[in-house]
T-cell receptor, first 108, second 116 residues
Framework: RKEVEQDPGPFNVPEGATVAFNCTYSNSASQSFFWYRQDCRKEPKLLMSVYSSGNEDGRFTAQLNRASQYISLLIRDSKLSDSATYLCVLPTGNQFYFGTGTSLTVIP | GAVVSQHPSWVICKSGTSVKIECRSLDFQATTMFWYRQFPKQSLMLMATSNEGSKATYEQGVEKDKFLINHASLTLSTLTVTSAHPEDSSFYIC????????????FGQGTRLTVV
């Protein structure tokens, strides 16, 4: 089983919509997670860190469900500029495990 | 955030030649650097973990003699793709961490390698 599993999508949503992505993980001891955003042909950039039950930053909310071993990213009031691939990342010891990424396209 | 610089950003080379990619942490000391490969529409695949002053740890299926990694200092790691073939054409990205548990990874800009 992969360390991190993520629905690749694609998700196509209208501008202003709310969209959520989930990511499941296999290591029950994992304590923290990251959500990265990757634009086409660019390097991933950190979007949010999740160290406890969740984190909120403006239109973005990340939550951690330890019982079910998944993390989620919620984007409210989607903007065209939110179109990208979103990667969930599980740091484990000295390594980082990436999900396959979820592709989001926000449509005008 | 911290800055990781990767060079070159793109390179085209002939089949059979070798290509070196550099990854530098500009404003912090990177105990550990990671090398990833990303094919179109796929996620980052970890190739190897590089610790300063020691041999890199390669992921299963990654040929260490083909992808030579050197991490001679706390600010520089290099990846050399030896005897490149067209199937090695990909997007190669490095990342670095400051060390410790669960710290953020900072990514280089990536190198797009095309082997013709």
């Amino acid at each position: 089983r992969k360390e991190v599993e993520q629905d690749p999508g694609p998700f196509n949503v209208p501008e202003g919509a709310t969209v959520a992505f989930n990511c499941t993980y296999s290591n029950s001891a994992s304590q923290s997670f990251f959500w990265y955003r990757q634009d086409c042909r660019k390097e991933p950039k950190l979007l949010m860190s999740v160290y406890s039950s969740g984190n909120e930053d403006g239109r973005f909310t990340a939550q951690l469900n330890r019982a079910s071993q998944y993390i989620s990213l919620l984007i409210r009031d989607s903007k065209l500029s939110d179109s990208a691939t979103y990667l969930c990342v599980l740091p484990t010891g000295n390594q980082f495990y990436f999900g396959t990424g979820t592709s989001l396209t926000v449509i005008p | 955030g911290a800055v990781v610089s990767q060079h070159p950003s793109w390179v085209i080379c002939k089949s059979g030649t070798s290509v070196k990619i550099e990854c530098r942490s500009l404003d912090f000391q990177a105990t550990t650097m990671f090398w990833y490969r990303q094919f179109p529409k796929q996620s980052l695949m970890l190739m190897a973990t590089s610790n300063e002053g020691s041999k890199a740890t390669y992921e299963q299926g990654v040929e260490k003699d083909k992808f030579l990694i050197n991490h001679a200092s706390l600010t520089l790691s290099t990846l050399t793709v030896t005897s490149a073939h067209p199937e090695d054409s990909s997007f190669y990205i490095c990342s670095a961490t400051r060390g410790g548990m669960n710290t953020e990874a900072f990514f280089g800009q990536g190198t797009r390698l095309t082997v013709v």
